[in-house]
């Protein structure tokens, strides 16, 4: 069964009421399917968020389960795409001790080969983002493990597709 | 709430006027055409029920005896009126009591508007006396749910739940109102909401499906037809009725389908599913195209998926998309209201008759005559059977009763063996299964079709569970005939020990009280009978009495229902002992 699994980004457009993430996220409960992450924020339109969720399943079960979220009276349009028709990223902080990045040279190469960008450092600690890949990210994870993560957080991914999603032309549409 | 997001047209209600929240919860329903609702008072409602007593003559409110009661009872006016049914109940208890009726009425698709009190919105999520949060424990068997904090909302929310209630794939709509929000004041006025942005109700039939659908049909040696509750719903009954018989077709039912098209017509060929007939479940497995007609293909129907009708090509008519596909791959679907795919699809197709292949459903409904229905209609062996009783209220009613049924063995009998002339008329828990549900659901259908003979069948054993609303019956003098069959034992839950656990009886006997005394003790006229010399005279007293009447019949104590499909097999492996 697992061998036919393939990672999802579906993507929601729903108006912005109360309540919507259970509706949603029960759907997934009921079924057994594990979020890999989800994140909401508003979208291109006015008044209309959009959630961007990650999962690994078959086609076939990915296709229901869409079909059972744009039912919700709430959701406008829901999609769902493979990796190779979206382009996607994860965002990630590190909190490491001040003291590495002044005596460690390698500490400074690292955040120079890896894009990472430093938003603040003070006497006890300097905090990095990075975005990309969740490759990249587990990488300078296991760069940084070595001398110590004080805190380490990631982002669920957002992605835009690279097909054009016609959801604005359905709510001219409407009025 | 996004005011943009609905479309609305005006109503008598169009000018402004002050009033309380309230107020206008009971001013949108009157606009919505309410004229029935069933609820319970309590604390957290109390100020729309003091409105109630301002418009009980515009309004009439039935005090149930249970919320389960009030929620049963307004699917039951739904089902057979094609309207709206309304549940009123409180916060906290009172809500939670309707949450049964709610997700019964969730999976069978019957439109409710469910209204219930909330504590005071500066106390949400303090954990205040009778407060839950109902909004998320109702959000997986709603179809939407809301909570109301400020009462200028109240208008576009509700006319937003009628529209949603009704609409599309019908189903039960929440909402919830503060009690701050019920006293507070605002200019009203009300619109009724005809589209929501991101609801999209029914699609227009796609003109290719159904030339690609008359095509298959019309190509079939051996069509055959499953039709569901989506006929009923979607009004669709003469056009289905024109589809078959133009093309010939033999056409089954699935429970909630029950009396769409009468039950006497040639082409009726009975019901699919688990106690449903042999021959349409046996001949599934051998149509070459299999096309349903607003039912979503339910375990109980097709048994094992791997094994249904896998060599025909089938075509789906449904009015909600996420049904496609979901458990039985379509050749051909065909997305939308029922009544208009039936009417388009009719010029497409060629008369024909298909006897040979409908001589096929007659001899094997020879074969389940003989080995089942005789013996369950005019049995010679002492006890009395679940189907004869049934078979004398057909006899009586001429098969122009509604007949509502509780859940267990006589349910089965009543579906497969009531006869019906007119649609509308099988008022059942299908997808939910719930116990306690007849009895209420009874009351509602009574009251929304007062000149039709509403005749309920329960067991001892769902009868106890919803007794209390016999209360309500005497209350309002709703002249229900309540048949009782005992058989002193969870009938259909004994059945399954017998065949599958090796006849361990675990807590299925049931010792029962006198159910007569009960009922007169709510002084509703009753009788009990244990002979079959005594069962046609107690059905025509009952028939002919005027108002609500209770009768007891004691039933053969371990009879089964066949034919069956045990779970898990294929609809061809059906039993028929
Ligand atoms: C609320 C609820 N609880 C439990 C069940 C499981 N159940 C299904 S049928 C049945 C037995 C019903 O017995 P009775 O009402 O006496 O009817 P009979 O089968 O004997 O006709 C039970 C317990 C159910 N369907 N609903």
């Known amino acids: 069964m697992e061998s036919n699994q393939n990672t ?8 912005n009421n109360i309540g919507l993430l259970n509706r949603i996220s ?10 890999e992450s989800l994140n909401t924020s508003i979208s291109e339109i006015e008044d209309v968020s959009r959630f961007t969720i990650v999962v690994k399943l078959e086609e076939d079960r990915i296709k229901k389960i869409v079909g059972q979220i744009e039912k919700q009276v709430e959701v406008i349009k829901a999609y769902y795409h493979t990796d190779e028709e979206t382009i996607y ?3 990630c902080m590190f909190k490491l001790k001040s003291d590495l990045l002044f005596e460690e040279r390698e500490i400074q190469n690292i955040i120079k080969e890896s894009n990472a960008r430093i938003v603040t450092v003070n006497k006890e600690f300097f905090v990095l983002e990075k975005s990309g890949k969740r490759n990249e990210i587990e990488q300078l994870y296991r760069d940084f493990s070595v001398y110590g993560i004080m805190q380490f957080v990631r982002s669920g991914r957002i992605a835009v597709t690279k097909e054009e999603m016609k959801i604005s032309q359905m709510l001219t549409a409407f009025n | 709430m996004d005011i943009e997001t609905v479309k609305t047209t005006d109503v008598a209600t169009a000018k402004t006027v002050r009033i309380s929240g309230s107020e206008a919860i009971i001013k949108c329903m009157i606009a919505e055409g309410v004229e029935t609702l069933y609820g319970y008072p309590g604390g957290a409602i109390m100020p729309v029920y003091d409105e109630l007593y301002k418009y009980r003559d515009q309004i009439h409110h039935v005090l149930t005896r249970h919320e389960q009661g009030a929620a049963h009872a307004a699917q039951g006016y739904a ?4 309207k709206v049914g309304v549940a009123l109940a409180t916060s906290g208890p009172g809500a939670t009591n309707l949450i049964t009726g709610i997700a019964d009425a969730q999976i069978d698709s019957t439109p409710l508007v469910c209204i219930t009190g909330q504590v005071a919105s500066h106390l949400l999520g303090s954990d205040a006396f009778q407060e839950t949060d109902i909004v998320g424990i109702s959000t997986p068997v709603t179809k939407w749910n809301v909570q109301i904090t400020k009462a200028a909302d109240i208008p576009e929310v509700m006319a937003k739940a009628f529209y949603i209630a009704k609409s599309g794939r019908p189903g039960p709509v929440l909402v919830d109102i503060t009690k701050d929000a019920q006293f507070e004041e605002f200019d009203f006025s009300y619109k009724k909401c005809t589209s929501v942005r991101s609801y999209k109700a029914s699609c227009k039939p796609n003109i290719e499906a159904i030339q690609k659908a008359a095509n298959l049909i019309n190509g079939a040696k051996k069509p055959m037809i499953v039709w569901g509750q989506g006929v009923i719903l979607g009004k669709a009954e003469a ?9 010939g077709i033999p056409s089954a039912w699935t429970i909630l389908g029950a009396s769409a098209i009468p039950t006497e017509h040639p082409l009726n060929i009975g019901m699919v599913g688990m106690h449903g ?5 046996m001949l599934t497995n051998e149509c070459d195209v299999l096309i349903a007609i607003g039912m979503r293909f339910d375990d109980r129907v097709t048994g094992n998926l791997s094994t249904y009708a896998k060599q025909a090509k089938v075509i789906h008519f449904e009015i909600d998309p996420a049904e ?10 065909v997305l939308g209201d029922s009544k208009l795919s039936l009417a388009e699809l ?3 197709l060629n008369e024909t008759s298909h006897n040979e292949w409908h001589q096929k459903f007659k001899d094997l409904y020879a074969i389940e005559f003989e080995k089942v229905i005789k013996d369950d209609l005019h049995p010679t062996k002492e006890g009395l059977t679940m189907g004869e009783v049934i078979n004398q209220i057909n006899v009586q009613s001429k098969g122009d009763a509604a007949i509502v049924s509780d859940v267990g063995q006589h349910q089965m009998i009543a579906c497969r063996y009531a006869k019906f002339n007119k649609t509308k008329s099988n008022i059942t828990s299908g997808g939910l299964g719930t116990m306690g549900f007849g009895l209420p659901a009874a009351i509602g259908a009574k009251m929304a079709a007062p000149e039709r003979d509403v005749v309920v069948i329960i067991g001892d054993g769902g009868f106890q569970m919803n007794i209390q609303e016999l209360g309500t019956i005497f209350q309002q003098k709703v002249p229900v005939k309540i048949v009782v069959l005992n058989n002193e034992f969870l009938g259909m839950v004994r059945q399954w020990q017998q065949l599958f656990f090796d006849k361990r009886y675990a807590s299925t006997e049931m010792t029962n009280p006198d159910f007569v005394t009960i009922a007169k003790g709510y002084y509703i006229a009753a009788k009990k009978i244990t002979k079959r010399e005594e069962l046609a005279g107690a059905i025509e007293e009952m028939m002919t009495h005027e108002g609500a009447y209770f009768l007891e019949v004691c039933v053969e104590k371990e009879d089964n229902v066949f034919p069956m499909i045990p779970t898990g097999a294929s609809v061809s492996d059906i039993r028929l002992s």
Do not use: C
């Open chain 2, 79 to 82: 089902r057979i009126s094609g």
């Open chain 2, 239 to 247: 056009e289905l009725k024109a589809v078959i018989e133009k093309a």
């Open chain 1, 89 to 91: 990223q994860e965002s």
């Open chain 2, 324 to 333: 496609i596909d979901k458990n039985v791959k379509t050749d051909v679907a």
């Open chain 2, 346 to 348: 009719l010029p497409f």
């Open chain 2, 277 to 281: 007939n042999y021959a349409p479940n």
């Open chain 1, 26 to 35: 029960a759907i997934f409960q009921r079924r057994h399917i594990n979020i």
């Open chain 1, 8 to 15: 999802y980004t579906i993507s929601i457009y729903t108006e």
